[in-house]
């Protein structure tokens, strides 16, 4: 009886034994899977990174990659803007553009349809001048393949990349343009684009022009500079332009200011102290600047993209 007790216990013991063992194993076995599962994991972690996202680009000086994209619609030939500027304020003349993001409107100009004598195209942006003078030599390169007496125009796609176009308006032979004096003119030599902050630059003190345009630019002045420097680009154009010269003016409205003032720190801040409003601009520029006369081209203008259909003045000195 004893002993029957005795092989009892012994084989208790015995189980448990085993069960302690099978934990054991288990607990190891799970250890060993979880370590094998560690660098599986970690491999994907790898294969599989959270993709970080794009930084959104911020263009603070209204110097916008695909502006003209923007601005004009695939089923335009060119920029409605060029229909109400007068032929007269370019033809044989000396001209300045203003903050000429690509470039797009100042070889429009530069082209016989203008025959303006010379036009400078400025802009803040290196990269935008660049994108200006790879559109001039593309437009030149179209022209100088171009067939005999075939006429091409520029237009703008939607990423805003130049493109020519049979049958349109604008005609010149082998890169050339005749100005108003009659003369065939590389149109190398009539258009040219330099890196400029308007503003501040003095490289322009010495030059003199006909005419200047500065179109849905002046927002963009304001914001980065406050009125002190609207101020400032009233006065330097009045300072560059010759007696009875023309100033074209495309002033953004003040809910324009309202949408872009977050662009910067900068751009917040002034926005904020800003006192001259756009709608103050035209007494500004005749009773404190000095221009005799204005006229309003905004009644001629038709075809202009949604968000585009700004007023347009010209200011004679």
């Given at each position: 009886?004893?002993?029957?007790?005795?092989?009892l216990k012994k084989k208790r013991k015995s189980r448990s034994k085993e069960k302690s063992v099978e934990l054991v194993v288990a607990e190891k076995g799970?250890?060993?899977n979880e370590e094998n599962q560690k660098p599986k994991q970690q491999q994907q972690a790898n294969q599989n990174p959270k993709k970080k996202k794009k930084k959104q680009e911020s263009f603070p000086f209204g110097n916008y990659k695909n502006y003209y994209g923007y601005r004009i619609s695939n089923d335009m030939d060119e920029d409605p803007r060029l229909k109400v500027l007068k032929k007269e304020w370019f033809l044989g003349k000396d001209c300045l553009d203003i903050g000429c993001n690509s470039g797009v409107m100042t070889i429009h100009i530069g082209t016989s349809k203008f025959g303006c004598r010379s036009i400078l195209g400025v802009d803040i942006d290196s990269s935008r001048v660049g994108d200006a003078q790879w559109h001039l030599r593309n437009f030149v390169r179209k022209q100088n393949h171009a067939k005999p007496g075939e006429k091409i125009s520029t237009s703008v796609a939607a990423d805003g990349v130049v493109h020519g176009s049979e049958e349109q308006s604008i005609s010149l032979s082998n890169g050339e343009a005749k100005t108003g004096s009659g003369?065939?003119?590389?149109?190398?030599?009539?258009?040219s684009f330099q890196k400029e902050n308007f503003v501040?630059?003095?490289?322009?003190?010495e030059n003199r022009y006909d005419t200047i345009l500065c179109l849905s630019v002046t927002k963009w002045i304001h914001l980065n500079w406050g009125d002190d420097g609207l101020i400032t680009l009233f006065s330097k154009i009045w300072r560059l332009l010759?007696?009875?010269?023309?100033?074209?003016?495309?002033?953004q409205p003040w809910k324009s200011y309202e949408k872009n003032r977050r662009v910067s720190e900068t751009t917040a801040m002034h926005h904020r102290t800003i006192v001259l409003r756009p709608e103050h601009f035209q007494e500004i520029l005749l009773d404190k600047i000095g221009f005799r006369t204005v006229e309003d081209l905004?009644?001629?203008l038709s075809g202009v993209s949604k968000g585009f259909d700004r007023q347009i003045l010209a200011f004679q000195k």
């Amino acid at each position: 009886m004893g002993q029957d007790k005795d092989d009892l216990k012994k084989k208790r013991k015995s189980r448990s034994k085993e069960k302690s063992v099978e934990l054991v194993v288990a607990e190891k076995g799970e250890i060993a899977n979880e370590e094998n599962q560690k660098p599986k994991q970690q491999q994907q972690a790898n294969q599989n990174p959270k993709k970080k996202k794009k930084k959104q680009e911020s263009f603070p000086f209204g110097n916008y990659k695909n502006y003209y994209g923007y601005r004009i619609s695939n089923d335009m030939d060119e920029d409605p803007r060029l229909k109400v500027l007068k032929k007269e304020w370019f033809l044989g003349k000396d001209c300045l553009d203003i903050g000429c993001n690509s470039g797009v409107m100042t070889i429009h100009i530069g082209t016989s349809k203008f025959g303006c004598r010379s036009i400078l195209g400025v802009d803040i942006d290196s990269s935008r001048v660049g994108d200006a003078q790879w559109h001039l030599r593309n437009f030149v390169r179209k022209q100088n393949h171009a067939k005999p007496g075939e006429k091409i125009s520029t237009s703008v796609a939607a990423d805003g990349v130049v493109h020519g176009s049979e049958e349109q308006s604008i005609s010149l032979s082998n890169g050339e343009a005749k100005t108003g004096s009659g003369e065939t003119k590389d149109l190398f030599q009539i258009v040219s684009f330099q890196k400029e902050n308007f503003v501040h630059t003095r490289n322009l003190d010495e030059n003199r022009y006909d005419t200047i345009l500065c179109l849905s630019v002046t927002k963009w002045i304001h914001l980065n500079w406050g009125d002190d420097g609207l101020i400032t680009l009233f006065s330097k154009i009045w300072r560059l332009l010759n007696p009875g010269g023309i100033f074209v003016m495309e002033p953004q409205p003040w809910k324009s200011y309202e949408k872009n003032r977050r662009v910067s720190e900068t751009t917040a801040m002034h926005h904020r102290t800003i006192v001259l409003r756009p709608e103050h601009f035209q007494e500004i520029l005749l009773d404190k600047i000095g221009f005799r006369t204005v006229e309003d081209l905004t009644s001629s203008l038709s075809g202009v993209s949604k968000g585009f259909d700004r007023q347009i003045l010209a200011f004679q000195k």
